[in-house]
């Protein structure tokens, strides 16, 4: 869970998030901070990709995701995570972008640096991007497809919200990168 000590506006808890922008910029003099400085040497142990989350995260203070999950009309019980984590910066995200973003992502989780809570959608963020993208609509189709054979337990697609946040470890972790400008 996000920590309850920042100021979100999400209805929840409170950490204030600016959930529009993209996280992969290139942090350097063109990156609007505020500053001039060099471009950030990911840290050993971590990728450019997630040294850019955190860097975006510290900045938003939390961003959106989602997952793709399947359920079943006949037995409300059946439910499968198809796709997590989901990231999407643009509707025509490729599967193998969200794929490397959802495998930089849950590291940072298994590493502590970040959170990722499908409970905790961003309130007053449309989720645009994820709805009308071409992975969703693709996601939707072959759900629809495996619907039709004789043995499907799987016929209806879900698309969970949620949001993700930086733990104190995360935090941390920035304040050392931001140490090297």
Excluded: W
């Amino acid at each position: 869970m996000h920590s309850d000590d920042h100021t979100c506006d999400c209805g929840t808890h409170g950490h204030h998030c600016d959930q529009a922008a993209n996280p992969h910029h290139t942090h350097d003099e063109n990156c609007n901070c505020g500053h001039h400085h060099a471009p950030i040497v990911p840290p050993e142990g971590l990728t450019a990709i997630q040294t850019d989350f955190l860097l975006a995260l510290r900045q938003r203070q939390c961003l959106p995701i989602a997952r793709f999950c399947l359920q079943s009309s006949k037995d409300e019980e059946l439910f499968a995570v198809a796709l997590s984590p989901v990231y999407l910066s643009k509707p025509d995200e490729s599967m193998e972008q969200a794929k490397a973003y959802g495998r930089a992502l849950a590291q940072l989780e298994a590493m502590d640096l970040l959170t990722l809570d499908y409970d905790i959608p961003l309130r007053d963020y449309p989720y645009r991007e994820y709805h009308t993208s071409e992975l969703y609509a693709y996601f939707v189709q072959t759900t629809a497809e495996a619907a039709l054979l004789p043995d499907a337990a799987f016929d209806t697609p879900c698309l969970e919200l949620g949001s993700m946040a930086l733990t104190e470890a995360g935090e941390n972790e920035v304040d050392e990168l931001l140490a090297q400008l």
